[in-house]
């Protein structure tokens, strides 16, 4: 019998997106798309709505080229435009999902300890954040650097979601074999208050993390990746958009690894397992005892602060970023605190969420 990560509270997400090639362009544009579909559908009633949305960013030091209009959804006037600008304006503006932007590669730990820092304000105690680390690189060189962070203590609470695709070899003249580049993974790793509950993918595949040859991009010389193709790109896109929707809609992870391939028109999931379910839940009654012994009296609401005042962590990448408002105007935390009509308080709404 499969084991469930059930999350006992709304869920505050930070999304974090690195790399937005072929993987990462698909699945970006099917978020935004999954987020307006549930935003729309709580409108008239946003107290039952099971997340907040803290803010997405788009991390890629690449910019738009022609060989990137086939297997990835960019047009040819975006040529040369940096690849986050090109879909955070393209799909974030048209799903009125404001996205930040950073055009530059991830390059170390340090790089993500700023953009996935904790917005340490008061919060509602019905309400638990979760930074949501989206790895859609095509090199182990910077799933080593996700691996490092995730496992830091740095990372008290991390969801890092990676998909990997498999490239296409090709024979003697150049031509690609169909059997091969048809296959992919998807890993969720999951650390909880400083315990993992479900392993990342350098612990599931360990030649990401033995890998010496990889390069991180923009750093010295670039070893040039496999081709790939565009239906594998798609699926792997699909099936990571699918376990954030359940993430959205249930507060809740199902599965802990899916393996796939487009040519048989399937895949594989391997769902959590009893253990981990059971982890989980001894990690939630851990942290529900010691807020308990460390509560007062005095009231706890969130307070959503404009973009520009939240930490150099969101707002230092481009001057042209600088003037970001909120994400989304239906995300507005004090818009949601100045509602006569919700109780934040009322435990037994909670229980209904």
């Known amino acids: 019998m499969p084991g469930i990560i059930q999350f006992d509270k709304r869920i505050n997400l930070q999304i974090i997106i690195v790399g937005l090639g072929a993987n990462g362009s698909h699945f970006y544009r099917g978020l935004c798309q999954d987020l307006r579909t549930h935003l729309d559908a709580f409108q008239h009633n946003r107290s039952k709505r099971p997340f907040y949305l803290e803010h997405i960013m788009l991390v890629d030091g690449d910019r738009v080229e022609q060989k990137n209009l086939g297997n990835q959804i960019f047009e040819p006037e975006e040529v040369d435009q940096p ?20 055009t530059e590669y991830i390059a170390d730990a340090s790089d993500l300890s700023t953009l996935l820092a904790d917005p340490d304000r008061d919060r509602d105690k019905n309400v638990m954040f979760l930074p949501v680390l989206i790895g859609m690189v095509d090199n182990h060189a910077t799933r080593q650097i996700f691996d490092g962070y995730f496992r830091s203590e740095e990372a008290r609470t991390l969801l890092y979601i990676d998909a990997g695709v498999h490239g296409v070899s090709l024979d003697r003249w150049n031509d690609a074999k169909p059997e091969t580049g048809n296959g992919g993974q998807i890993v969720v790793g999951l650390k909880f208050n400083g315990r993992t509950i479900l392993e990342p993918a350098g612990s599931l595949y360990p030649e990401i993390l033995t890998d010496t040859e990889s390069r991180i991009p923009g750093c010295g010389e670039v070893i040039k990746s496999a081709p790939q193709r565009c239906a594998t790109n798609k699926m792997a896109a699909q099936l990571t958009n699918n376990i954030i929707n359940t993430l959205l809609t249930e507060k809740a992870i199902l599965v802990h690894q899916i393996t796939f391939d487009t040519r048989m028109c399937g895949s594989r999931p391997e769902f959590c397992t009893l253990a981990q379910q059971e982890l989980f839940k ?32 969101v707002l230092n990448y481009d001057e042209e970023e600088q003037g970001e408002e909120n994400l989304d105007d239906e995300e507005d935390w004090d818009d949601e605190v100045d509602d006569d009509e919700e109780d934040w308080d009322d435990e037994d709404e909670e229980e209904e969420l």
Do not use: N, W
Not at 290 to 310: C, G, L, M, Y
């Open 282 to 313: 001894e990690t939630l009654k851990e942290m529900a005892s010691s807020k308990q012994e460390q509560a007062t009296d005095r009231p706890s609401v969130p307070i959503r602060q404009k973009s520009q005042d939240s930490g150099p962590h």
């Open 83 to 102: 690849k986050v600008q090109a879909l955070a304006e393209r799909y974030g503006d048209f799903y009125g999902i404001s996205t930040f932007r950073r």
